[in-house]
């Protein structure tokens, strides 16, 4: 183990909260290369914590130092050891005049190679030439967040009961090692809603159609265990260049969990629809005006 002051004294520029931080100085094993992740410990202000994970792309992260300059808890950069390649969760209880948050973060990390070779035939030399493999390994790490969120309104009564509860997960490539941090990463403000669609005939006229929200960080689904009763899930249906057959709030249990049905003729259909939630940035439609073909299923034998 060793000081590595060309590492641990570096000059953090976070975009978050526009002031500098120099990271304090910490042990690192010996050949170590760290990496860096900075991430929001509360939705209030985006205040950041900064990530230095110890080790490299060749024999792995065996700890990340955590450090939030003025915390409780990691005012001071705290070592958390590895285990198969995941670290012990990371919380943040921060109480707030708009209210109290509960954020949980996971930290994971895998070893990618990219890159491969070939070979091509020169006619020239009538031989096949082998083009040596050109490979790059990288880190790519992992998260899952447990975001919970008590408004100011229900803090007398929720207590530790969150009527905002998501966990959100996804992956994050590593940037190598850098004095110009990103924002922190705040992945309740990027996420994206997307609308999966059961269509049900019932008879030759038509049927039922049912639509369920579903929340993606990037590629990957969320989970949602509770939302606030001051969401709003729009949705509209209507048949191609027609009036809408439906066009109103849903219940975001509803939305979110068996879904909304609407009995519809057969035939194409536009839909459209919005989600808000207090605690969260208005997610990005993933698709919004597509035609849908609502269509009798085919005849039996075929």
């Known amino acids: 183990m060793r000081i590595c002051a060309d590492i ?11 002031i500098a931080e120099t990271y304090p100085e910490v042990p690192l094993q010996e050949g170590s290369a760290p990496e860096f992740m ?7 202000t985006l205040k950041p ?19 939030c300059p003025g915390d409780a808890n990691y ?28 954020v949980s973060w996971t930290i994971g990390y895998d070893i990618r190679e990219h890159g491969s070779g070939g070979s091509y035939f020169d ?11 050109s490979k790059v390994t990288v880190a790519q790490f992992t998260f899952s967040v ?35 941090l990103p924002p922190a990463l705040a992945p309740w403000n990027q996420l994206r ?33 509770s939302l606030p009763k001051t969401s709003e899930f729009y949705l509209k249906v209507a048949p191609f260049r027609e009036e809408p057959i439906f066009a109103d709030n849903v219940d975001p249990g509803l939305a979110f969990g068996a879904g909304q049905t609407v009995e519809a003729p057969f035939g194409w259909y536009d839909f459209s629809w919005k989600f808000k ?18 269509a009798p299923p085919p005849p039996p034998g075929i």
Do not use: M
């Open 146 to 180: 447990d975001y919970k969120l008590a408004d100011s309104k229900s803090l007398n009564t929720a207590g530790r009961n969150f009527p905002l509860d998501l966990t959100i997960s996804g992956v994050v490539n590593g940037g190598g090692s850098r004095t110009n």
């Open 277 to 294: 939630c207090d605690g969260i940035k208005e997610p990005a439609v993933n698709r919004q005006e597509v035609p849908y073909a609502f």
């Open 75 to 102: 005012g001071k950069p705290v070592a958390l050891a590895a285990a198969d390649k995941k670290f012990p969760k990371i919380e943040f209880e921060k109480t707030h005049e708009q209210g109290k948050s509960l």
């Open 123 to 133: 006619y020239v030399t009538g031989k096949t030439i082998e083009r040596e493999a």
């Open 38 to 44: 900075t991430i929001a410990t509360e939705p209030f």
């Open 49 to 67: 914590a900064y990530l230095l994970f110890d080790g490299n792309v060749k024999s792995g992260y065996n700890r990340v130092y955590v450090w």
């Open 8 to 18: 641990c004294a570096l000059l953090f520029v976070s975009a978050t909260v526009g």
């Open 193 to 225: 809603i997307d609308l999966a669609v059961t269509a049900s005939p019932s008879d030759k006229k038509g049927g039922s159609l049912t639509f369920v929200g579903k929340l993606f960080w990037g590629g990957s689904p969320c989970v949602v265990r």
